[in-house]
Protein backbone atom coordinates (compact mmCIF):
# COMPACT_ATOMS: atom_id res chain seq x y z
CA UNK A 1 0.00 0.00 0.00
CA UNK A 2 2.76 2.58 1.01
CA UNK A 3 4.93 1.51 -2.16
CA UNK A 4 1.52 2.51 -4.42
CA UNK A 5 0.88 5.23 -2.72
CA UNK A 6 4.83 6.60 -3.28
CA UNK A 7 4.71 5.58 -6.80
CA UNK A 8 1.89 7.40 -7.49
CA UNK A 9 3.20 10.35 -5.58
CA UNK A 10 6.58 9.72 -7.57
CA UNK A 11 4.84 9.78 -11.12
CA UNK A 12 2.58 12.93 -10.15
CA UNK A 13 6.11 14.73 -9.11
CA UNK A 14 7.89 13.64 -12.09
CA UNK A 15 4.90 14.82 -14.49
CA UNK A 16 5.06 17.88 -12.52
CA UNK A 17 8.39 18.56 -13.16
CA UNK A 18 8.48 17.24 -17.05
CA UNK A 19 6.03 19.49 -17.92
CA UNK A 20 7.72 22.40 -16.05
CA UNK A 21 10.99 21.56 -17.57
CA UNK A 22 9.03 21.48 -20.66
CA UNK A 23 7.48 24.43 -20.66
CA UNK A 24 10.68 26.14 -19.63
CA UNK A 25 12.44 24.67 -22.31
CA UNK A 26 9.95 25.85 -24.72
CA UNK A 27 9.63 29.43 -23.38
CA UNK A 28 13.63 29.92 -23.74
CA UNK A 29 12.93 28.20 -27.69
CA UNK A 30 11.02 30.71 -28.38
CA UNK A 31 12.61 33.45 -27.12
CA UNK A 32 16.11 32.48 -29.02
CA UNK A 33 13.73 32.03 -31.86
CA UNK A 34 12.36 35.58 -31.55
CA UNK A 35 15.83 37.06 -31.05
CA UNK A 36 17.36 35.02 -33.89
CA UNK A 37 14.76 36.08 -36.17
CA UNK A 38 15.11 39.74 -35.40
CA UNK A 39 18.21 39.81 -35.67
CA UNK A 40 18.34 38.06 -39.18
CA UNK A 41 15.03 40.83 -40.11
CA UNK A 42 17.85 43.81 -38.80
CA UNK A 43 20.83 42.87 -40.81
CA UNK A 44 18.33 41.74 -43.92
CA UNK A 45 17.22 45.21 -43.98
CA UNK A 46 20.41 47.07 -43.39
CA UNK A 47 22.03 45.10 -46.04
CA UNK A 48 19.24 46.06 -48.18
CA UNK A 49 19.65 49.67 -47.12
CA UNK A 50 22.97 49.63 -47.87
CA UNK A 51 22.48 48.25 -51.13
CA UNK A 52 20.29 50.92 -52.18
CA UNK A 53 22.65 53.71 -51.06
CA UNK A 54 25.64 51.95 -53.15
CA UNK A 55 23.23 51.93 -55.91
CA UNK A 56 21.88 55.54 -55.88
CA UNK A 57 25.55 56.75 -55.23
CA UNK A 58 26.68 54.30 -58.55
CA UNK A 59 23.45 56.53 -60.64
CA UNK A 60 24.65 59.62 -59.37
CA UNK A 61 28.01 59.34 -60.03
CA UNK A 62 27.20 58.32 -63.59
CA UNK A 63 25.34 61.25 -63.74
CA UNK A 64 27.71 63.77 -62.98
CA UNK A 65 30.31 62.23 -64.62
CA UNK A 66 28.15 61.88 -68.02
CA UNK A 67 27.17 65.84 -67.49
CA UNK A 68 30.46 66.80 -67.35
CA UNK A 69 32.11 65.30 -70.53
CA UNK A 70 29.00 67.03 -71.76
CA UNK A 71 30.01 70.19 -70.92
CA UNK A 72 33.67 69.69 -71.20
CA UNK A 73 33.15 68.65 -74.84
CA UNK A 74 30.65 71.60 -75.45
CA UNK A 75 33.14 74.24 -74.36
CA UNK A 76 36.36 72.63 -76.31
CA UNK A 77 34.88 70.70 -78.83
CA UNK A 78 37.63 68.18 -77.51
CA UNK A 79 36.51 64.24 -78.59
CA UNK A 80 38.66 63.06 -75.57
CA UNK A 81 35.91 64.24 -73.72
CA UNK A 82 33.32 62.54 -75.34
CA UNK A 83 35.00 59.08 -74.01
CA UNK A 84 33.80 59.56 -70.21
CA UNK A 85 30.32 60.86 -71.16
CA UNK A 86 30.04 58.12 -73.48
CA UNK A 87 31.25 55.31 -71.32
CA UNK A 88 28.37 56.88 -68.49
CA UNK A 89 25.65 56.69 -70.44
CA UNK A 90 26.18 53.18 -71.37
CA UNK A 91 26.62 52.75 -68.08
CA UNK A 92 23.39 55.05 -66.97
CA UNK A 93 20.68 51.85 -68.12
CA UNK A 94 22.14 49.57 -66.11
CA UNK A 95 22.10 51.64 -63.06
CA UNK A 96 18.92 52.81 -63.64
CA UNK A 97 17.83 49.60 -63.81
CA UNK A 98 18.87 48.39 -60.88
CA UNK A 99 17.54 51.52 -58.96
CA UNK A 100 14.35 50.68 -60.24
CA UNK A 101 14.67 47.20 -58.53
CA UNK A 102 14.71 48.47 -55.39
CA UNK A 103 12.18 47.57 -52.86
CA UNK A 104 12.42 50.18 -49.80
CA UNK A 105 11.25 49.19 -46.15
CA UNK A 106 10.16 52.90 -45.58
CA UNK A 107 7.48 54.25 -45.97
CA UNK A 108 7.13 56.52 -48.68
CA UNK A 109 10.73 55.64 -50.34
CA UNK A 110 9.77 54.06 -53.10
CA UNK A 111 7.54 56.86 -54.56
CA UNK A 112 11.01 59.32 -54.46
CA UNK A 113 12.47 56.74 -56.38
CA UNK A 114 10.48 56.93 -59.17
CA UNK A 115 10.45 60.66 -59.24
CA UNK A 116 14.26 60.52 -59.20
CA UNK A 117 14.42 58.31 -62.16
CA UNK A 118 11.63 60.29 -64.08
CA UNK A 119 14.31 63.66 -63.32
CA UNK A 120 17.49 61.37 -64.51
CA UNK A 121 15.55 60.30 -67.80
CA UNK A 122 14.50 63.84 -68.75
CA UNK A 123 18.18 64.39 -67.70
CA UNK A 124 19.65 62.12 -70.06
CA UNK A 125 17.64 63.61 -72.73
CA UNK A 126 19.06 66.73 -72.17
CA UNK A 127 22.63 65.44 -72.71
CA UNK A 128 22.05 63.48 -75.58
CA UNK A 129 20.15 66.59 -77.43
CA UNK A 130 23.27 68.87 -76.81
CA UNK A 131 26.17 66.37 -77.44
CA UNK A 132 23.92 65.39 -80.91
CA UNK A 133 23.72 68.93 -81.76
CA UNK A 134 27.12 69.82 -81.36
CA UNK A 135 28.31 66.81 -83.06
CA UNK A 136 25.95 68.41 -86.01
CA UNK A 137 27.86 71.16 -86.40
CA UNK A 138 25.13 73.35 -84.21
CA UNK A 139 27.32 74.41 -81.40
CA UNK A 140 25.59 77.61 -81.13
CA UNK A 141 22.66 76.28 -80.87
CA UNK A 142 24.18 73.51 -78.36
CA UNK A 143 25.39 76.38 -76.59
CA UNK A 144 22.76 78.15 -76.13
CA UNK A 145 20.60 75.24 -75.03
CA UNK A 146 23.08 74.93 -72.34
CA UNK A 147 23.00 78.37 -71.50
CA UNK A 148 19.27 78.03 -70.59
CA UNK A 149 20.27 76.82 -67.44
CA UNK A 150 17.65 73.33 -68.00
CA UNK A 151 20.31 71.16 -67.67
CA UNK A 152 22.15 72.94 -64.81
CA UNK A 153 18.62 73.14 -62.52
CA UNK A 154 17.90 69.22 -63.79
CA UNK A 155 21.03 68.80 -61.94
CA UNK A 156 20.02 70.20 -58.68
CA UNK A 157 16.96 68.78 -58.36
CA UNK A 158 18.33 65.44 -59.15
CA UNK A 159 20.66 66.13 -56.61
CA UNK A 160 18.29 67.38 -54.48
CA UNK A 161 16.50 64.20 -54.80
CA UNK A 162 19.46 61.79 -54.18
CA UNK A 163 20.71 63.66 -51.04
CA UNK A 164 16.80 63.44 -49.53
CA UNK A 165 16.26 59.97 -50.48
CA UNK A 166 20.60 58.76 -49.23
CA UNK A 167 18.95 60.99 -45.75
CA UNK A 168 16.04 59.11 -45.27
CA UNK A 169 18.22 55.63 -46.04
CA UNK A 170 21.18 57.19 -43.41
CA UNK A 171 18.55 57.71 -41.05
CA UNK A 172 16.78 54.48 -41.50
CA UNK A 173 20.71 52.73 -41.47
CA UNK A 174 21.34 54.30 -37.98
CA UNK A 175 17.70 53.09 -36.70
CA UNK A 176 18.49 49.80 -37.67
CA UNK A 177 22.13 49.76 -35.68
CA UNK A 178 20.22 51.08 -32.87
CA UNK A 179 17.76 48.26 -33.11
CA UNK A 180 20.74 45.88 -33.81
CA UNK A 181 22.65 47.04 -30.52
CA UNK A 182 19.07 46.50 -28.77
CA UNK A 183 18.12 43.13 -29.74
CA UNK A 184 21.76 41.94 -29.48
CA UNK A 185 21.95 43.41 -26.03
CA UNK A 186 18.54 41.57 -25.62
CA UNK A 187 19.63 38.57 -26.72
CA UNK A 188 22.49 38.36 -24.50
CA UNK A 189 20.56 38.99 -21.52
CA UNK A 190 17.99 36.63 -22.71
CA UNK A 191 20.66 33.89 -23.32
CA UNK A 192 22.73 34.63 -19.78
CA UNK A 193 19.06 33.85 -18.36
CA UNK A 194 18.51 31.03 -19.99
CA UNK A 195 22.03 29.88 -19.36
CA UNK A 196 20.79 30.45 -15.90
CA UNK A 197 17.87 28.75 -15.54
CA UNK A 198 19.09 25.61 -17.62
CA UNK A 199 21.76 25.85 -14.64
CA UNK A 200 19.13 25.56 -12.31
CA UNK A 201 17.35 22.80 -14.27
CA UNK A 202 19.71 20.72 -14.08
CA UNK A 203 20.91 21.06 -10.51
CA UNK A 204 17.03 20.78 -9.55
CA UNK A 205 16.65 17.51 -11.26
CA UNK A 206 20.29 16.32 -10.33
CA UNK A 207 18.40 16.82 -6.58
CA UNK A 208 15.45 15.54 -7.45
CA UNK A 209 16.93 12.23 -8.63
CA UNK A 210 18.97 12.12 -5.12
CA UNK A 211 15.74 12.88 -3.84
CA UNK A 212 14.07 9.98 -5.84
CA UNK A 213 16.95 7.40 -4.85
CA UNK A 214 16.58 8.03 -1.55
CA UNK A 215 12.99 7.56 -1.74
CA UNK A 216 13.75 4.54 -4.01
CA UNK A 217 15.51 2.78 -2.20
CA UNK A 218 13.62 2.91 1.29
CA UNK A 219 10.95 2.34 -0.83
CA UNK A 220 12.90 -0.85 -1.85
CA UNK A 221 13.71 -1.59 1.92
CA UNK A 222 10.13 -1.32 3.01
CA UNK A 223 9.25 -3.93 -0.48
CA UNK A 224 11.92 -6.31 1.02
CA UNK A 225 10.54 -6.31 4.15
CA UNK A 226 6.82 -7.06 3.22
CA UNK A 227 8.19 -8.95 0.89
CA UNK A 228 10.02 -11.20 3.27
CA UNK A 229 6.68 -10.90 5.54
CA UNK A 230 4.94 -11.98 2.37
CA UNK A 231 6.93 -14.82 1.86
CA UNK A 232 6.95 -16.52 5.53
CA UNK A 233 2.93 -15.90 5.64
CA UNK A 234 3.04 -17.79 1.94
CA UNK A 235 5.50 -20.54 3.51
CA UNK A 236 2.97 -21.20 7.00
CA UNK A 237 -0.35 -20.79 4.63
CA UNK A 238 1.85 -23.83 2.37
CA UNK A 239 2.38 -25.40 5.62
CA UNK A 240 -1.17 -25.24 6.54
CA UNK A 241 -2.34 -26.13 3.48
CA UNK A 242 -0.06 -29.03 3.24
CA UNK A 243 -0.95 -30.17 6.50
CA UNK A 244 -4.78 -30.08 5.34
CA UNK A 245 -3.78 -32.14 2.41
CA UNK A 246 -2.45 -35.11 4.35
CA UNK A 247 -5.53 -34.83 6.98
CA UNK A 248 -7.94 -34.63 4.18
CA UNK A 249 -5.83 -37.04 2.46
CA UNK A 250 -5.67 -39.37 6.06
CA UNK A 251 -10.26 -38.89 6.09
CA UNK A 252 -10.62 -39.81 2.55
CA UNK A 253 -8.49 -43.13 3.21
CA UNK A 254 -10.62 -43.59 7.02
CA UNK A 255 -13.87 -42.79 5.20
CA UNK A 256 -12.94 -45.28 2.28
CA UNK A 257 -12.13 -48.02 4.88
CA UNK A 258 -15.01 -46.69 6.60
CA UNK A 259 -17.16 -47.30 4.04
CA UNK A 260 -16.11 -50.55 3.15
CA UNK A 261 -16.25 -51.92 6.61
CA UNK A 262 -20.00 -50.08 6.99
CA UNK A 263 -20.92 -51.84 3.51
CA UNK A 264 -19.87 -55.12 4.72
CA UNK A 265 -21.33 -55.38 7.92
CA UNK A 266 -24.58 -53.84 6.32
CA UNK A 267 -24.49 -56.43 3.67
CA UNK A 268 -23.96 -59.39 5.91
CA UNK A 269 -27.06 -58.89 8.02
CA UNK A 270 -28.60 -58.64 4.73
CA UNK A 271 -27.18 -61.41 3.19
CA UNK A 272 -29.05 -62.80 6.09
CA UNK A 273 -32.18 -61.67 6.29
CA UNK A 274 -32.21 -62.22 2.12
CA UNK A 275 -31.60 -65.84 2.88
CA UNK A 276 -33.49 -66.69 5.62
CA UNK A 277 -36.90 -64.72 3.99
CA UNK A 278 -35.62 -67.48 1.28
CA UNK A 279 -36.01 -70.38 3.38
CA UNK A 280 -39.47 -69.35 4.51
CA UNK A 281 -40.85 -68.90 1.36
CA UNK A 282 -39.32 -72.71 0.18
CA UNK A 283 -39.75 -74.18 3.22
CA UNK A 284 -42.59 -72.76 5.32
CA UNK A 285 -44.88 -71.63 1.99
CA UNK A 286 -47.51 -73.93 3.34
CA UNK A 287 -47.58 -73.04 6.68
CA UNK A 288 -48.20 -68.53 5.65
CA UNK A 289 -51.37 -67.52 3.93
CA UNK A 290 -51.18 -65.29 1.54
CA UNK A 291 -51.13 -61.81 3.98
CA UNK A 292 -47.80 -63.76 5.71
CA UNK A 293 -46.58 -64.69 2.27
CA UNK A 294 -46.89 -60.96 1.22
CA UNK A 295 -44.88 -59.62 4.38
CA UNK A 296 -42.15 -61.81 3.58
CA UNK A 297 -41.95 -61.02 -0.29
CA UNK A 298 -42.19 -56.81 1.58
CA UNK A 299 -39.19 -57.91 3.56
CA UNK A 300 -37.15 -59.50 0.54
CA UNK A 301 -37.43 -56.75 -1.76
CA UNK A 302 -37.06 -54.05 1.00
CA UNK A 303 -33.22 -55.58 1.95
CA UNK A 304 -32.51 -56.29 -1.66
CA UNK A 305 -32.77 -52.38 -1.93
CA UNK A 306 -30.93 -51.89 1.14
CA UNK A 307 -28.04 -53.97 -0.43
CA UNK A 308 -28.45 -51.71 -3.76
CA UNK A 309 -28.46 -48.76 -1.80
CA UNK A 310 -25.24 -49.68 -0.34
CA UNK A 311 -23.49 -50.27 -3.02
CA UNK A 312 -24.33 -47.57 -4.72
CA UNK A 313 -22.97 -45.54 -2.35
CA UNK A 314 -20.24 -47.07 -2.23
CA UNK A 315 -19.54 -47.01 -5.80
CA UNK A 316 -20.32 -43.29 -5.16
CA UNK A 317 -17.41 -42.62 -2.69
CA UNK A 318 -15.01 -44.15 -4.47
CA UNK A 319 -15.40 -41.87 -7.61
CA UNK A 320 -12.45 -39.48 -6.12
CA UNK A 321 -10.92 -41.97 -3.94
CA UNK A 322 -10.03 -44.58 -6.11
CA UNK A 323 -10.19 -43.22 -9.68
CA UNK A 324 -7.49 -44.28 -12.20
CA UNK A 325 -5.23 -41.67 -13.29
CA UNK A 326 -6.06 -40.13 -16.91
CA UNK A 327 -5.42 -41.46 -20.43
CA UNK A 328 -6.51 -40.26 -23.99
CA UNK A 329 -9.67 -42.01 -24.31
CA UNK A 330 -11.78 -42.44 -27.32
CA UNK A 331 -15.62 -41.38 -26.44
CA UNK A 332 -16.66 -43.90 -29.79
CA UNK A 333 -14.77 -46.71 -27.93
CA UNK A 334 -16.39 -45.73 -24.81
CA UNK A 335 -20.36 -45.19 -26.25
CA UNK A 336 -19.83 -48.74 -28.34
CA UNK A 337 -19.20 -50.45 -25.11
CA UNK A 338 -22.44 -49.15 -23.71
CA UNK A 339 -24.45 -49.65 -26.13
CA UNK A 340 -23.17 -53.03 -26.09
CA UNK A 341 -24.11 -53.60 -22.80
CA UNK A 342 -27.38 -51.30 -23.09
CA UNK A 343 -28.28 -53.73 -26.16
CA UNK A 344 -30.98 -56.14 -24.72
CA UNK A 345 -32.57 -52.80 -23.06
CA UNK A 346 -32.27 -50.84 -26.27
CA UNK A 347 -34.39 -53.89 -28.34
CA UNK A 348 -37.05 -54.48 -25.59
CA UNK A 349 -37.68 -50.66 -25.50
CA UNK A 350 -37.22 -50.44 -29.85
CA UNK A 351 -35.11 -47.05 -29.20
CA UNK A 352 -33.00 -45.21 -31.39
CA UNK A 353 -29.79 -44.08 -30.68
CA UNK A 354 -28.51 -41.70 -32.92
CA UNK A 355 -23.80 -41.07 -32.05
CA UNK A 356 -21.85 -38.84 -34.22
CA UNK A 357 -18.33 -39.09 -34.57
CA UNK A 358 -16.83 -38.42 -30.72
CA UNK A 359 -13.22 -36.95 -30.15
CA UNK A 360 -10.39 -38.47 -27.87
CA UNK A 361 -10.43 -36.64 -24.61
CA UNK A 362 -7.65 -36.82 -21.30
CA UNK A 363 -9.86 -39.07 -18.87
CA UNK A 364 -10.63 -42.00 -16.56
CA UNK A 365 -11.83 -44.62 -18.85
CA UNK A 366 -13.69 -46.35 -16.55
CA UNK A 367 -15.54 -43.41 -15.35
CA UNK A 368 -16.06 -42.41 -18.56
CA UNK A 369 -17.84 -45.17 -19.44
CA UNK A 370 -19.87 -45.30 -16.14
CA UNK A 371 -20.59 -41.59 -17.07
CA UNK A 372 -22.81 -42.20 -20.40
CA UNK A 373 -23.66 -45.28 -19.06
CA UNK A 374 -26.00 -43.90 -16.58
CA UNK A 375 -27.20 -41.30 -19.01
CA UNK A 376 -28.03 -43.55 -21.54
CA UNK A 377 -30.01 -45.74 -19.20
CA UNK A 378 -31.67 -43.47 -17.82
CA UNK A 379 -32.80 -42.09 -21.25
CA UNK A 380 -34.32 -45.61 -21.77
CA UNK A 381 -35.69 -45.38 -18.26
CA UNK A 382 -37.84 -42.12 -17.75
CA UNK A 383 -39.64 -42.91 -21.22
CA UNK A 384 -43.09 -42.23 -22.64
CA UNK A 385 -44.66 -46.06 -22.68
CA UNK A 386 -46.53 -44.91 -25.54
CA UNK A 387 -43.58 -43.41 -27.55
CA UNK A 388 -40.64 -45.67 -28.45
CA UNK A 389 -37.26 -43.98 -27.26
CA UNK A 390 -34.88 -41.82 -29.14
CA UNK A 391 -31.56 -40.57 -28.46
CA UNK A 392 -29.15 -38.43 -29.32
CA UNK A 393 -25.75 -37.33 -28.95
CA UNK A 394 -23.98 -34.39 -30.26
CA UNK A 395 -20.50 -32.62 -29.90
CA UNK A 396 -19.02 -29.32 -30.43
CA UNK A 397 -15.28 -27.63 -30.06
CA UNK A 398 -16.18 -24.66 -27.74
CA UNK A 399 -14.11 -21.94 -26.24
CA UNK A 400 -15.40 -21.73 -22.51
CA UNK A 401 -14.75 -19.12 -20.44
CA UNK A 402 -12.57 -19.74 -16.69
CA UNK A 403 -13.53 -16.36 -14.21
CA UNK A 404 -11.10 -17.35 -12.29
CA UNK A 405 -8.03 -17.44 -14.34
CA UNK A 406 -9.14 -14.88 -16.93
CA UNK A 407 -8.72 -17.29 -19.93
CA UNK A 408 -10.86 -18.94 -22.84
CA UNK A 409 -10.34 -22.79 -21.89
CA UNK A 410 -11.02 -25.33 -24.74
CA UNK A 411 -13.85 -27.54 -24.25
CA UNK A 412 -15.68 -29.79 -25.63
CA UNK A 413 -19.67 -29.41 -24.99
CA UNK A 414 -21.21 -33.11 -25.05
CA UNK A 415 -25.22 -33.17 -25.46
CA UNK A 416 -27.43 -36.15 -24.81
CA UNK A 417 -30.93 -35.11 -25.93
CA UNK A 418 -33.97 -37.92 -25.65
CA UNK A 419 -38.06 -37.85 -25.83
CA UNK A 420 -38.43 -38.79 -22.29
CA UNK A 421 -40.87 -37.37 -19.67
CA UNK A 422 -39.14 -34.80 -18.86
CA UNK A 423 -39.08 -32.75 -15.68
CA UNK A 424 -39.50 -29.22 -14.87
CA UNK A 425 -36.85 -27.06 -15.11
CA UNK A 426 -36.60 -25.92 -11.53
CA UNK A 427 -35.68 -29.20 -10.24
CA UNK A 428 -32.62 -29.00 -12.97
CA UNK A 429 -30.06 -28.46 -10.02
CA UNK A 430 -31.82 -31.13 -7.03
CA UNK A 431 -32.28 -33.88 -9.53
CA UNK A 432 -28.04 -34.17 -9.34
CA UNK A 433 -28.21 -34.40 -5.69
CA UNK A 434 -27.64 -37.78 -3.62
CA UNK A 435 -31.21 -39.46 -3.21
CA UNK A 436 -33.06 -37.29 -4.81
CA UNK A 437 -36.25 -38.54 -7.17
CA UNK A 438 -38.79 -36.40 -9.05
CA UNK A 439 -40.55 -40.16 -9.21
CA UNK A 440 -42.05 -42.78 -7.10
CA UNK A 441 -39.90 -45.88 -7.08
CA UNK A 442 -43.56 -47.99 -8.36
CA UNK A 443 -43.04 -45.94 -11.55
CA UNK A 444 -39.65 -45.86 -11.76
CA UNK A 445 -36.37 -47.90 -10.52
CA UNK A 446 -33.82 -47.04 -8.90
CA UNK A 447 -31.56 -45.33 -5.78
CA UNK A 448 -31.54 -41.85 -7.27
CA UNK A 449 -27.77 -41.23 -6.66
CA UNK A 450 -26.92 -42.08 -10.82
CA UNK A 451 -26.67 -38.45 -11.50
CA UNK A 452 -25.08 -37.37 -8.71
CA UNK A 453 -22.34 -40.43 -9.87
CA UNK A 454 -22.07 -38.39 -13.15
CA UNK A 455 -22.03 -35.07 -12.01
CA UNK A 456 -18.60 -36.02 -9.30
CA UNK A 457 -17.39 -37.81 -12.33
CA UNK A 458 -17.67 -34.67 -14.74
CA UNK A 459 -16.26 -32.24 -12.02
CA UNK A 460 -13.45 -34.45 -10.95
CA UNK A 461 -12.60 -34.03 -15.19
CA UNK A 462 -12.74 -30.04 -14.27
CA UNK A 463 -15.75 -29.96 -16.05
CA UNK A 464 -19.69 -29.28 -15.87
CA UNK A 465 -23.13 -30.79 -16.10
CA UNK A 466 -26.17 -29.50 -16.44
CA UNK A 467 -29.51 -30.64 -17.69
CA UNK A 468 -32.39 -29.01 -19.63
CA UNK A 469 -36.07 -29.76 -19.68
CA UNK A 470 -39.64 -29.59 -20.15
CA UNK A 471 -42.28 -31.71 -18.49
CA UNK A 472 -43.20 -34.31 -20.85
CA UNK A 473 -40.98 -33.13 -23.97
CA UNK A 474 -38.16 -34.80 -22.85
CA UNK A 475 -34.46 -33.76 -21.53
CA UNK A 476 -31.22 -32.23 -22.43
CA UNK A 477 -28.26 -32.80 -20.38
CA UNK A 478 -25.14 -30.89 -21.23
CA UNK A 479 -21.36 -32.28 -20.32
CA UNK A 480 -18.46 -29.42 -20.49
CA UNK A 481 -15.41 -31.72 -20.75
CA UNK A 482 -12.10 -29.78 -21.16
CA UNK A 483 -9.96 -30.94 -23.67
CA UNK A 484 -6.69 -30.95 -21.88
CA UNK A 485 -8.48 -31.97 -18.26
CA UNK A 486 -8.35 -29.99 -15.35
CA UNK A 487 -7.99 -32.07 -12.18
CA UNK A 488 -8.74 -30.82 -8.69
CA UNK A 489 -6.22 -32.27 -6.83
CA UNK A 490 -7.76 -33.36 -3.71
CA UNK A 491 -10.69 -34.96 -5.56
CA UNK A 492 -7.67 -37.48 -7.06
CA UNK A 493 -6.20 -38.59 -3.73
Known sequence: MLANRWLGNTTTTWLVISVVVVGIIGINL?????????????????????????????????IVVAESGQRGYLLTEYEEYLAPYNEALRGLDEQIARVREIQSDIEGQDNKISNLLLLVNDKVHELVTTVELALSEKGNSAIKQVMTNRGRNLYREIRKHFQEIIQIELEHRRQLFNELRRVQRD???????????????????????????????????????????????????????????????????????????????????????QAFSNRLTTMYADKFDAKGLDYIQRMTSAAQRMSTLINDLLEFSRITTR???????????????????????????????????????????????????????????????????????????????????????????????????????????????????????????????????????????????????????????????????????????
Not at 216 to 244: C, D, F, G, P
Open 30 to 62: AIALNTVNKLSDVQLSLGKTGDTIVRLDNLHLS
Open 187 to 273: AKVNFGVSAIISALLVIGLFLMARINLLASAKTQRILEEQNALLTEKVAQRTQELTIYAEELSRSNRELEDFAFVASHDLQEPLRKI
Open 323 to 493: GKDFDRVDLNDVIEQVLADLEIAIKESDAQVLVPELPKVSADPSQMYQLFLNLLSNGLKFRKFEQAPSLTISCDYVMIRDELQNLDVPSYEIKITDNGIGFEQNYADKIFSPFQRLHGRSEYKGTGIGLAVCRRIVERHGGTISGLSELGKGAIFIIILPVAAVVNKYMRE
